[in-house]
Nanobody
Framework: QVQLVESGGGLVQAGGSLRLSCSAS????????VGWYRQAPEKQRELVAS???????NYLDSVKGRFTISRDNAKNTVYLQMNSLKPEDTAVYYC??????????????????WGQGTQVTVSS
């Protein structure tokens, strides 16, 4: 069974940086787009960044120029580098591989896999 494990969250001051990692137990990233999502308290989940199998990336407008999504196929890992963090970036961040992210691109995916989430807290 495929598992996704996120890591790298934490507490950081505004203007600081964090790098989130999403590691897969199998090669699911080679056949699916991958997305980083976040959900703040009492807010809807939103897609922050995505990357396709062909390394095409897309970003939420509010994070463009600050966040970068990338992948290391050899390590079955997708990263989210977050710079110039703001208090409004505070949320639980999740990675997804499969249908949810593919659907956001108007496509279909193979399965639908989520990580357990990692907390990012940005203090002002």
């Amino acid at each position: 069974q495929v598992q996704l494990v996120e890591s790298g969250g934490g507490l950081v001051q505004a203007g600081g940086s964090l790098r989130l990692s999403c590691s897969a137990s199998g090669t699911i990233f080679s056949i699916n787009p991958v997305g980083w999502y976040r959900q703040a308290p009492e807010k809807q989940r939103e897609l922050v960044a995505s990357i396709t199998r062909f390394d095409t990336t897309n970003y939420l407008d509010s994070v463009k120029g600050r966040f970068t999504i990338s992948r290391d196929n050899a390590k079955n890992t997708v990263y989210l580098q977050m710079n110039s963090l703001k208090p409004e970036d505070t949320a639980v961040y999740y990675c997804n591989a499969g249908h949810t992210t593919a659907q956001a691109m108007g496509r279909s995916g193979w399965g639908d896999y989520w990580g357990q989430g990692t907390q990012v807290t940005v203090s002002s």
